[in-house]
């Protein structure tokens, strides 16, 4: 669908905050620095059962629109130009400045794994791969019966609970991520967005947070590695919780930088870990910065605005090439 949806585009935004505050966390606990206390460590690892699964669920939540309205050989097409298209550029990029940075990164690189991102995607590249596949395997099985929903929620949720396991980081990830995929399909197909108004309901709003974090603290203080069967509920009311939040906001029009991070998502996505690992480097490496605090918010910063600078950049003067395949950079 060509015309934004105001509360997607803030769910992308808060979402991609999210991801990339992660990250940026995690980078700097791998350089050597210690966390400054438990709260950061909480909301490092409650986000995380909640960011990535919203992506996908709105990934599912149009797939049938699309699909039906370029039939199976455009919409895989547009999804191999949108997806992997970036996937390869953007690995190049990875092993790229790993290999130049060599010593001063948190992880190596060799040009064996640029080969084999036909298999093992790099780091955070998992996301594309893994998407990719799933809106494959969405249109095969649409291709195949028309009650695809009802083969898919049920392999969904055994593909969950028994994952893959193979040594294949994109293809286990497919594992984790489809439940919500098939959420996000669910929620459509079902006409529950007939309800989504009520979502902006600020009471509504207060109790899906207050469920999501506390909930969150309450599973995290008992373990790090929490079973499947704890995460998913967790995961969903997390997803509503987001939803709701940006409803709420898209209604009221409010932090629209939400809104414009959102769209903006992909890029950020894309080009997050460069900016943000850089300036890492840099402060801790060459400065000698070790406040974690600092570090996290000059990491953030620069995970969420100099993606947008350089795809700006590089739009106006007409070489969009980073973010998009030359033929279609303009649709």
């Known amino acids: 669908m060509n015309e934004r949806v ?12 999210l991801v990339v505050f992660r990250h940026v966390a995690s980078g700097i606990v791998d350089a050597g620095i210690e ?3 438990t709260t950061w460590y909480y909301w490092k690892e409650i986000q995380s059962t909640a960011a990535m699964q919203l992506f996908f669920f709105l990934a599912g939540l149009h797939a049938r629109q699309s699909l039906d309205k370029r039939g199976p050989g455009q919409f895989i097409a547009r999804k191999a130009r949108t997806i992997i298209y970036p996937y390869v550029i953007w690995s190049v990029i990875t092993v790229g400045s790993r290999l130049m940075a060599s010593g001063l990164t948190n992880k190596t690189s060799s040009i064996a794994d640029l080969l084999a991102i036909l298999y093992n995607p790099l780091g955070y590249l998992w996301f594309l791969y893994s998407l990719f596949l799933i809106f494959a395997l969405y249109t095969l099985v649409t291709c195949l019966t028309k009650n ?10 055994i593909l969950y609970f028994v994952p893959l396991g193979l040594p294949l980081g994109g293809v286990s990830r497919i594992s984790d991520n489809l439940v919500f995929f098939v959420g996000g399909l669910f929620y459509y197909r079902l006409g529950l967005s007939r309800w989504h108004e ?11 947070w207050a469920f999501f974090i506390g909930g969150g603290i309450s599973v995290f203080r008992q373990t790090d590695s929490p079973s499947p069967a704890i995460i998913l509920p967790l995961s969903v009311v997390g997803i509503v919780a987001l939803v709701s939040l940006s409803t709420f906001l898209a209604h009221r ?10 769209v903006y998502s992909l890029q ?9 690992s850089g300036t ?5 490496k060459i400065f000698g910065v070790d406040q974690y605090a600092l570090l996290l918010l000059a990491g953030l910063a620069a995970g969420l605005v100099l993606p947008v600078l ?8 007409g070489w969009p090439y980073l973010f998009a395949i030359p033929s279609t950079a303009s649709s």
Do not use: N
């Open 280 to 284: 890492r480097i840099i402060l801790h």
């Open 35 to 37: 966390l400054p206390d």
């Open 253 to 262: 029009h409010l932090f629209r930088f939400l809104e414009g991070a959102g």
């Open 148 to 157: 695809e929903l009802w083969l898919l929620a049920p392999l969904s949720l």
């Open 310 to 317: 350089l795809y700006r950049w590089t739009d106006k003067r």
């Open 198 to 208: 009520s979502l902006a309901s600020p009471g509504l709003v207060a109790v899906g």
């Open 268 to 276: 950020i996505y894309l080009a997050h870990i460069l900016f943000s």
């Open 6 to 17: 105001s509360w997607v585009d803030y769910a992308k935004g808060i979402g991609i905050i």
